[in-house]
C-alpha cells in the first residue's frame, strides 16, 4: 500500500467517489461537485493535505486526509478516509491511518490528531482503536445526513500515548 498527494487529475475519481452511496454510507447527501473538491484541496485556511490510498500494483483504491476544522492555535488536526467498498476489511485504511498518524507527529507540532465517525460506522471506529485512537464522546446532532441531524462519535490519539513510528522511521 502506498500514499501519494492527491493531484488536480485525481479530482474527478473522487467525486466519482463520493457521488457513489455506496462508498460512503455515512456522507452527506449534498453533491460533490469538482470545483468544490479543489477549492478544498487547495483551501490555506483548513491546511488541507489529500492523499490518494493506492494498492502495490497501483491501483486507487481510496484516500485520506489530515485538515485544521477549528483553529490553528489548538495544535491538533483532524483526519478522515475513505475506501472503495471491495477493499475494505483487507487492512489498507488501517494502515494508512497509522502512516498518516505517524507522519502528522513526526512533521508537525501537534498535540493531537482526531476524527469523527457516525455512530452506526463500527468498521471506522475498529480502524481508529486498532492505530491508538480513544473515543472521547458524542457530538450530539451535529451532523445533517439523509435528512435527518446525527450524532458523531469522537476519537483521538495523543502525541503521548503515540510515542514512536509504527511504520514510518522519520519525516518525509
Known sequence: ????VI????????????????FGEYKSPT?????????????TVLE???FVIEKKDGSKIG????????????NMLEIGYGLVPSERGKGYCSEATQLMV?????SKDIVRIFATTHP?????????EKVGFRREGTLRKC???RGEWTDMFTFSILREEWKEPKILTKAA
Not at 500500500?1 to 501519494?4: A, H, Q
Not at 453533491?31 to 483551501?43: A, M, R, S, V, Y
Not at 505517524?102 to 513526526?106: I, N, R
Request: one cysteine or more; aromatic letters at 16%; a negative charge.
Open 120 to 128: 452506526r460506522n463500527l468498521a471506522s471506529q475498529k480502524i481508529l
Open 7 to 22: 493531484e488536480k487529475e485525481d479530482v474527478p475519481l473522487l467525486v466519482d467517489w463520493w457521488s457513489n452511496p455506496d
Open 102 to 106: 505517524d507522519y502528522l507527529f513526526l
Open 1 to 4: 500500500m502506498n500514499l501519494r
Open 63 to 74: 484516500y485520506i486526509w489530515h485538515f485544521n476544522m477549528l483553529n490553528a492555535y489548538m
Open 31 to 43: 453533491q460533490p461537485t469538482k470545483t468544490g473538491i479543489e477549492k478544498f484541496l487547495e483551501d
Open 48 to 50: 488541507t493535505k489529500g
Open 143 to 145: 451532523y445533517f445526513c
